[in-house]
Structures are given as structure tokens and as C-alpha cells.
């Protein structure tokens, strides 16, 4: 079972910054995809950023540019900074850790963002 942990949320103000962060425990020696996903209350869940094999993979499109994820050396966690946040970056952010074919997939608890115009 891996349990996963994220930190960092909270109230910003619209052009302000944020730095999320995930930490895993467990056994995660199967995981090799990292990511980070955002729920907006009436909206589908949408990726942010996704780390395959320890490498940045792709950005969401309505986020690229004025975010980047990364991974530390144990790649056990995955961290997010956020820049020029805007109010429709206001979400419900999660970090998911999972295997390619998602055999194992777990998900984190959510961390709110608010971006207050």
C-alpha cells in the first residue's frame, strides 16, 4: 500500500505563487508515473503535470508556461510550483502516483488552492 501526503495549499492572491508538495510512503518501488491533477467545483478533474520514469513528461495546456513539476533523487515525491496564479487556477489539487498500465494507482487527498482576484 503507498500512502501518499500533500502540503502546501492555500490562499494567494491573483499573479502570487504557490509550492505544492507530495510525499510517499510505502513501498513505491512499482511506481513510475508521478503526477499532478486539479478537481474545480462543476468541472472534470485535469491534469497539471505528469513525471514519467523520473522525467517531466507534459503540462496541462491551460497551466504550461507558469508551472513545473518536479521529482527528488528517491523519487518519492513530487513537488509543484505554481506562478502567476490566477482565479481559475482555484482547485482542489492531487498528486497521483501509479505504474504505466495503472495496476497500481493511488491518489493523494487533495490540497485546496484558492486564488483570490
Known amino acids: 500500500q503507498v500512502r501518499l501526503v500533500e502540503s502546501g495549499g492555500g490562499l494567494v492572491q491573483d499573479g502570487g505563487s504557490l509550492r505544492l508538495s507530495c510525499t510517499a510512503s510505502?513501498?513505491?518501488?512499482?511506481?513510475?508515473?508521478m503526477g499532478w491533477y486539479r478537481q474545480a467545483p462543476g468541472k472534470q478533474r485535469e491534469l497539471v503535470g505528469l513525471?514519467?520514469?523520473?522525467?517531466?513528461?507534459r503540462y496541462g495546456a491551460s497551466v504550461e508556461g507558469r508551472v513545473a513539476v518536479s521529482t527528488n533523487s528517491a523519487r518519492n515525491a513530487i513537488y509543484l510550483q505554481m506562478n502567476d496564479l490566477k482565479p481559475e487556477d482555484t482547485a482542489v489539487y492531487y498528486c497521483?502516483?501509479?505504474?504505466?498500465?495503472?495496476?497500481?494507482?493511488?491518489w493523494g487527498q487533495g490540497t485546496q488552492v484558492t486564488v483570490a482576484s
Open positions: 497521483n502516483f501509479r505504474d504505466f498500465k495503472k495496476r497500481w494507482d493511488y
Open positions: 510505502g513501498n513505491i518501488g512499482m511506481i513510475n508515473v
Open positions: 513525471i514519467a520514469n523520473g522525467r517531466i513528461d
